[in-house]
């Protein structure tokens, strides 16, 4: 008895039914999870276990001829951040470490509360080409308000001498920090980030 050949329609809804699972399957799995927060270089897990930053002097030497405009702080989840904002680009290289601070150029320790203090200096000027200081804090000796922070005590201007500006920075006690700098969209900075405890 002679059959005719099975039509192709039946095989056709069978292959697209599948090639419609497997898409959908896919997609599933490729559908992006939701973004993390954008971190800094370096940035930290949950648990703060990878904040093995170190409590050694940091160095970036490269001068900046762009003023310093303010300087801020915020209390994060691992750490407390001071960032001092430059009024235009490029970045400013950096000294930072533990010590003593001292006014530059006039001499004079610096006093600040907490157990360490951490000397920041910012390879950019606080004047303008004319000499005219342009950051002027209204209490040199509390440039921020760390009131409250777990890391921070307080946050000091030093003063500016030839190109480099000197804060210092009172905190808990010795603990690792970094230090980098930014500049893109959201403006030129200089950050130091202090942990809140050793990891």
Known sequence: ???????????????????????????????????????????????????????????ASRLSPAEIARVRTSSQRCFDRMVIDLRSTPAAGWHV???????????????????????????????GSSGTSLFRPR????????????????????GSFEGETTFGLGVRTRLPFRVFAVSGPSGTKLVVDVAHRWP
């Open 139 to 158: 209490n040199p000796s509390e440039v921020a308000d760390v009131a409250g922070y777990r890391t921070f005590r307080q946050v000091a201007f030093a």
């Open 97 to 127: 470490r533990y010590g003593t601070v001292y006014r530059p150029a006039v001499g004079g320790r610096v006093p600040l509360r907490g157990g360490a203090a951490l000397e920041v200096v910012a390879l950019a000027p606080a004047y």
């Open 1 to 59: 008895m002679f059959r005719s050949p099975a039509s192709p329609r039946p095989l056709r809804r069978v292959l697209l039914t599948a090639i419609g699972i497997l898409a959908a399957l896919a997609a599933t799995a490729c559908e992006p999870l939701a973004p993390l927060p954008p971190a800094p270089p370096g940035g930290t897990a949950p648990d703060c276990r990878d904040v093995a930053w170190g409590s050694t002097a940091k160095h």
